[in-house]
């Protein structure tokens, strides 16, 4: 799992690993979800996950952003979860 402010390589980079068999996702915020989905269908893995989580991240202290870490946590679980039953 990749975080940011979701610049264009945070997404070339999972999807390559995607590509290669690996189970990756992508963490973002709402107003980057639709860069995210394009991005992913660009470099070829339109079904790459986005771990979403809430805006803005920029300007938090350390224990805002850890809020948000925690938050994102059960769908990281999940992801894990499905790659497993899938495997």
Same mark, same amino acid.
């Given at each position: 799992?990749? /975080?940011c !402010?979701l610049?264009?390589?945070? &997404?070339?980079?999972? /999807?390559q690993?995607?590509k290669?068999g690996l /189970?990756t !996702?992508?963490?973002?915020?709402e *107003?980057?979800?639709?860069?995210?989905?394009?991005? !992913?269908r660009?470099f070829g893995?339109?079904?790459?996950? =986005?771990v979403?989580i809430?805006? *803005? =991240?920029? $300007? =938090?202290s350390l224990?805002?952003?850890? $809020?948000?870490?925690l !938050?994102?946590? *059960?769908q &990281? &679980?999940?992801?894990i979860? /499905?790659? =497993?039953k899938q495997?």
């Amino acid at each position: 799992v990749q /975080t940011c !402010a979701l610049p264009i390589w945070s &997404v070339h980079d999972m /999807t390559q690993l995607a590509k290669r068999g690996l /189970t990756t !996702a992508v963490v973002c915020s709402e *107003p980057f979800r639709g860069l995210g989905k394009n991005q !992913a269908r660009v470099f070829g893995v339109p079904e790459l996950p =986005l771990v979403m989580i809430e805006h *803005p =991240l920029g $300007g =938090l202290s350390l224990e805002q952003v850890e $809020g948000r870490a925690l !938050a994102a946590i *059960p769908q &990281v &679980v999940e992801l894990i979860k /499905t790659a =497993l039953k899938q495997s």
